[in-house]
């Protein structure tokens, strides 16, 4: 009967632990890894108007006459939104001086009146939907209504826009 030495058996067990290492180290290497990552991120709320055209020529308007236009703004919202409009009474005539009119200027609002545009903003639209990308063009209507007591001339003044996101 033969003996195997203790030698011999710690090279047989050396040789088979050092073949599954490496059987095990091939099969991990070889297959596809994965890990899952959380992402965090926030999107902010955003509110675009632009204007369609940057200036508006009322035709002329004789006193106790009304002459209509519409103005279109494009808005674009990823919540809901309103839209105001606001202006003054005071206007720079022919020769750059400030003065008051008498001739009003009026937006259509969204409860279906003509509004005097004032110091106060006008409410137009309200509790809007969002928009898509492309946005969405809105039509304004605004009249003129020529007073007596304002001098013939040409006048100038603003009309301030203001889309107001509703978060």
Same mark, same amino acid.
């Given at each position: 009967?033969?003996f195997v030495?203790i030698?011999?058996l +710690?090279?047989? +067990?050396l040789l +088979?632990?050092?073949i599954?290492?490496?059987? !095990? ?8 890894s994965?890990?899952t ?11 675009i ?10 035709p002329?308007v ?5 002459v ?8 674009k ?11 003054s009474? !005071?206007?720079?005539n022919?020769?750059?001086t400030?003065?008051?009119?008498? !001739? ?13 545009? !004032?110091?106060?903003?006008?409410r137009?639209?309200?509790n809007?939907a969002p ?13 003129l209504?020529?007073? +007596? ?10 009309i301030?826009?203001t ?5």
């Amino acid at each position: 009967m033969k003996f195997v030495s203790i030698h011999h058996l +710690f090279r047989v +067990f050396l040789l +088979f632990g050092l073949i599954s290492v490496v059987l !095990s180290l091939v099969c991990v290497c070889n297959g596809a890894s994965a890990e899952t990552m959380l992402v965090s991120f926030a999107v902010e709320p955003c509110a675009i108007l632009d204007l369609t055209v940057s200036n508006l020529v009322f035709p002329p308007v004789y006193p106790g006459e009304v002459v209509d236009e519409v103005v279109q703004v494009l808005v674009k919202s990823n919540v809901m939104w309103e839209l105001r409009v606001k202006g003054s009474q !005071s206007a720079e005539n022919q020769d750059g001086t400030v003065v008051t009119v008498a !001739s009003k200027i009026q937006v259509y609002d969204y409860l279906g009146y003509w509004e005097n545009i !004032s110091d106060v903003l006008a409410r137009v639209m309200v509790n809007q939907a969002p928009t898509d990308s492309d946005g969405l063009i809105i039509d304004i209507p605004l009249r003129l209504q020529g007073d +007596f007591s304002d001098p013939p001339g040409t006048y100038l003044t603003e009309i301030e826009f203001t889309l107001v996101p509703q978060i």
